[in-house]
């Protein structure tokens, strides 16, 4: 019989053979499964891991520049994950998301996030109908308003989208901890699907107030800035991975530790890293297998990033 560190090495070498060699078949679609939560207002249920789009996804329409992007969102299907997070105020990535979207049966497979960020209801409408154009679909999962931008008028336009059926659910973001009294303020008075900020080892504020509040209100809660824009892996240059993280978590790289500590809060609905690297995003998904930190264990991983 194997020991317990003896198959969690063989899954770290896996990891590792398969980083070294892209073409072989994606390994996270051949162990364990992704983990899934409820979105509270409807019951579906949504992987944890999704991916985000900003700056990754500005790239030219070239073949070449989309090869790496197409890799990714395999990996990202093949992982057992759908929610792919843009906005029309990423320059091309929306275009580029859709221009993916449509090929093969792909679209059916994700969930599909965009963004409002107008002043006024008839630019939110032309801003909106644009984005169905550049995404190539006639529903887009989830619309939001892109940093509490003229939140009112915006959130008005999308509840009545909503009701079409062209989008599935609503939401508002923002990605500022100066924001999240704010985001609150909204939250208490405007009903909304989903709220997507940011939350990480790094920028902790949301604990406080924002993540018990829509636990207790039922809101899926989307994280953003994860690794506080790859900032976070600064803090652990040099630093090798601790024993335990693989032991007891099953965790095999920092960005694992990183997103597993979002996970364990169990009003996080997914966390969406951005990434153009498919080896990348093949990782993030490692981070949606298996075990969460429990408090002790947050503790010891807060204590690795002081
Ligand atoms: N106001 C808003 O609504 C708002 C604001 C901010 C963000 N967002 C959303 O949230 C998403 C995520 O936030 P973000 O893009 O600011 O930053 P992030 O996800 O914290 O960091 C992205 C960076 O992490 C790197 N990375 C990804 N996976 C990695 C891995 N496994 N190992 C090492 N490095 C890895 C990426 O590198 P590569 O590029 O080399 O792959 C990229 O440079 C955005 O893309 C966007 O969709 C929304």
């Avoid at 944890?48 to 900003?54: A, H, Q």
């Avoid at 902790?204 to 892996?233: H, M, S, T």
Wanted: hydrophobic residues 45%; proline residues 5%.
């Amino acid at each position: 019989m194997p020991s317990r560190r003896r198959v969690l090495q063989g899954s770290a070498s896996l990891a590792a053979l398969a980083a070294l060699m892209p073409w072989l078949p994606s390994f996270a679609s051949v162990s364990e499964t992704l983990l899934t939560r409820a979105i509270p207002s409807s019951g579906e249920q949504l992987p944890v891991i999704g991916l985000g789009t900003s700056r990754t996804h500005d790239v030219a329409m070239t073949d070449e520049a989309l090869q790496p992007l197409r890799d990714v969102l395999r990996e990202l299907v093949n992982g057992g994950a759908s929610l792919v997070d843009t906005a029309p105020s990423y320059g091309r990535a929306e275009a580029v998301c859709g221009a993916l979207a449509a090929e093969d049966d792909m679209r059916k497979k994700l969930f599909l996030a965009s963004k409002v960020s107008s002043t006024g209801r008839a630019a939110g409408e032309r801003q909106v109908q644009a984005s169905f154009a550049a995404l190539r679909t006639d529903t887009i999962d989830l619309m939001q308003v892109h940093n509490l931008q003229d939140t009112s008028t915006q959130l008005g336009l999308l509840r009545d989208l909503k009701a079409q059926g062209r989008v599935r659910y609503i939401g508002v973001t923002h990605y500022l901890d100066s924001a999240h009294d704010r985001l609150l303020e909204v939250l208490r008075k405007e009903p909304v699907d989903f709220v997507q900020f940011n939350y990480s080892i790094g920028e902790r504020n949301a604990e406080r107030e924002l993540l018990p509040f829509c636990a207790d209100k039922g809101i899926a809660v989307l994280i953003n800035r994860p690794f506080q824009r790859a900032a976070l892996f600064d803090r652990v240059k040099g630093k090798s991975l601790p024993d335990w993280v693989a032991m007891e978590l099953g965790a095999t790289s920092w960005a694992q530790v990183m997103l597993k500590f979002i996970l364990a809060n169990p009003a996080v609905t997914a966390v969406i890293p951005a990434s153009s690297n498919p080896r990348y995003m093949a990782d993030n998904i490692l981070a949606g297998q298996g075990r969460l930190p429990d408090a002790a264990q947050r503790q010891r991983i807060i204590e690795l990033f002081a």
